[in-house]
């Protein structure tokens, strides 16, 4: 199969968040299926939706990968799994939440799945992660770094930890 980039969002809330977030980053490759070719800037954010609960480290990885929009969904999950989210809501704390973002230019609308993801321009803590790595990747119509630049980012703290070594 043809390699296809793709771009997921990582984030943490629950525990040791940026070590968890390294952890998703190294199974996410360990397949051999899964290339890390970039990372975004961290930024931590107040948990939307989900009362007290602690923020969120946020960031999106552009990969490369020679498996299919699916098999990626599905080994997002079983990372959500091996780093022990729980499943009890929507609106949840989570020790990993791993979305798919975009998957080249595939575009699709299942119940499993929808490419492009269909909230990201609405969310800061996606859209600026995302400009920091794809700045002029158009989605729907608009560049990453115009979606990051229309919204507010007043509760984004720019992390100065580096989340993964650059890739080569």
Request: net charge negative; proline share 5%; hydrophobic share 45%.
């Amino acid at each position: 199969m043809p390699l296809t980039t793709a771009y997921i969002a990582i984030g943490s809330n629950v525990g040791d968040r940026l070590g968890q977030m390294r952890e998703a980053l190294r199974l996410m490759e360990a397949s051999g299926e899964i290339r890390i070719l970039q990372v975004g800037r961290i930024y931590e954010n107040r948990a939307i939706g989900m009362g007290e609960a602690d923020p969120f480290l946020n960031s999106v990885i552009k990969v490369e990968t020679s498996i299919g929009a699916e098999a990626l969904l599905d080994r997002c999950l079983s990372v959500e799994d091996e780093l022990g989210r729980v499943r009890t809501g929507v609106w949840a704390p989570r020790t990993m939440d791993l979305d798919l973002l975009v998957f080249g230019n595939e575009q699709c609308r299942t119940e499993r799945l929808q490419l492009p993801h269909p909230r990201m321009q609405e969310r800061d803590f996606v859209m600026m992660p995302f400009a920091d790595v794809a700045p002029d990747l158009l989605v729907a119509g608009r560049t990453c770094r115009e979606w990051a630049a229309a919204l507010a980012s007043e509760e984004l703290r720019i992390k100065e930890e580096c989340l993964w070594p650059s890739a080569s």
